[in-house]
């Protein structure tokens, strides 16, 4: 493998169509005969004449030697920009997140909004996951997850920068609609929607329903809100959501009604995995994280 200092030497001699010049412009002491070793040794490992002499202090690239200039030129003019950046911290890059459908629509975007306005720089990766992409952090997949954790693993560090209230919706043409305030023992012998595949959500569910004296006679299973959201618009069946909005879930042929017996709220936490290193641009999105 080629020797970085053997490109710089190149690189400079290249930059200053001399040797003498060369080793002046050094970003640290060397001496011309230094200089030349570098050049010589680069040329003797890729077999061609690198430069070319046309006077007694100038050389010019051989046309071998503007092909590997054109190459390693833009990596040296832009090294001392990137290594401001990494000591200031002002890097960019791209940080992966991964987070509910519910937070994707309702909590990232005026979040996310604040970040490209101050640092443009920062390209931001997203993915839905239909539970708290816990294993997709641990293993680096992930820099962060968005989600409602119901415990926060040992090796995760985590911060809240939300909170969902439950609420009971049902179809907007169901008959208790006239009827004012629903209380779920209403609706107990109808078919209830829970989630498929977050099992700590369905728990979560189905213990706010025995709460209120339910145990569900009948289920149908959807692996998101939105798709529970359908099927209740559908007429084919209630559940209880946790949502962001003020006003609850707002979809076409859906009533939402807050629970407010007992009156809950579930924290949402973005996490990401302990580490001795801070991640520079996680620091940079949770300094601009909703106030609560």
Same mark, same amino acid.
């Given at each position: 493998m080629i020797q970085l200092q053997r490109l710089e030497g190149f690189y400079w *001699?290249? $930059?200053? =169509?001399?040797?003498?010049?060369?080793? $002046?412009?050094? +970003?640290?002491?060397?001496t011309q005969p230094g200089v030349h070793?570098?050049?010589?040794? /680069?040329?003797?490992?890729?077999g061609v004449r690198l430069f070319e002499r046309v006077g007694k202090d100038r050389v010019i690239? #051989? +046309?071998? !030697?503007? #092909?590997?200039?054109?190459? &390693?030129?833009?990596?040296l003019d832009g090294l001392p920009a990137v290594a401001r950046s990494l000591r200031s911290g002002e890097m960019g890059g791209r940080l992966r997140i991964h987070a509910s459908g519910h937070m994707l629509r309702y909590l990232l975007p005026p979040w996310l909004r604040r970040l490209q306005s101050q640092r443009p720089d920062i390209e931001v =990766? /997203?993915?839905? @996951?239909? *539970?708290?992409? &816990?294993?997709?952090?641990? @293993? !680096?997949e992930a820099d962060l997850l968005v989600d409602h954790l +119901?415990?926060?693993?040992?090796?995760?560090?985590?911060?809240? &920068? !939300?909170? #969902?209230?439950?609420?009971l919706v049902f179809p907007s043409n169901h008959p208790l609609v006239r009827k004012g305030p629903v209380n779920p023992k209403q609706l107990g012998d109808e078919p209830f929607i829970t989630y498929s595949a977050d099992l700590q959500l369905r728990e979560l569910q189905l213990s706010a329903l025995a709460h209120h004296g339910v145990t569900p006679r009948r289920l149908h299973a959807a692996d998101?809100? =939105?798709t529970i959201l359908g099927f209740v618009a559908a007429g084919l069946g209630y559940s209880l959501l946790a949502s962001l909005q003020p006003k609850g879930p707002r979809v076409p042929g *859906? *009533?939402?009604?807050p629970v407010t017996s007992p009156a809950r709220e579930f924290p949402i936490y973005?996490?990401?995995?302990?580490?001795?290193?801070?991640?520079?641009?996680?620091?940079?999105?949770l300094s601009l994280a909703p106030e609560l």
């Amino acid at each position: 493998m080629i020797q970085l200092q053997r490109l710089e030497g190149f690189y400079w *001699v290249a $930059r200053c =169509e001399g040797y003498a010049r060369a080793a $002046r412009s050094f +970003p640290y002491p060397i001496t011309q005969p230094g200089v030349h070793q570098q050049v010589k040794r /680069l040329e003797e490992e890729l077999g061609v004449r690198l430069f070319e002499r046309v006077g007694k202090d100038r050389v010019i690239l #051989t +046309p071998e !030697g503007r #092909t590997l200039y054109d190459y &390693v030129a833009p990596f040296l003019d832009g090294l001392p920009a990137v290594a401001r950046s990494l000591r200031s911290g002002e890097m960019g890059g791209r940080l992966r997140i991964h987070a509910s459908g519910h937070m994707l629509r309702y909590l990232l975007p005026p979040w996310l909004r604040r970040l490209q306005s101050q640092r443009p720089d920062i390209e931001v =990766e /997203l993915f839905e @996951s239909k *539970v708290p992409a &816990v294993a997709a952090v641990r @293993s !680096g997949e992930a820099d962060l997850l968005v989600d409602h954790l +119901p415990e926060v693993p040992p090796d995760f560090e985590a911060r809240q &920068v !939300g909170k #969902t209230r439950p609420f009971l919706v049902f179809p907007s043409n169901h008959p208790l609609v006239r009827k004012g305030p629903v209380n779920p023992k209403q609706l107990g012998d109808e078919p209830f929607i829970t989630y498929s595949a977050d099992l700590q959500l369905r728990e979560l569910q189905l213990s706010a329903l025995a709460h209120h004296g339910v145990t569900p006679r009948r289920l149908h299973a959807a692996d998101s809100s =939105e798709t529970i959201l359908g099927f209740v618009a559908a007429g084919l069946g209630y559940s209880l959501l946790a949502s962001l909005q003020p006003k609850g879930p707002r979809v076409p042929g *859906v *009533v939402a009604q807050p629970v407010t017996s007992p009156a809950r709220e579930f924290p949402i936490y973005a996490a990401w995995r302990k580490s001795a290193h801070a991640h520079p641009l996680r620091t940079v999105l949770l300094s601009l994280a909703p106030e609560l």
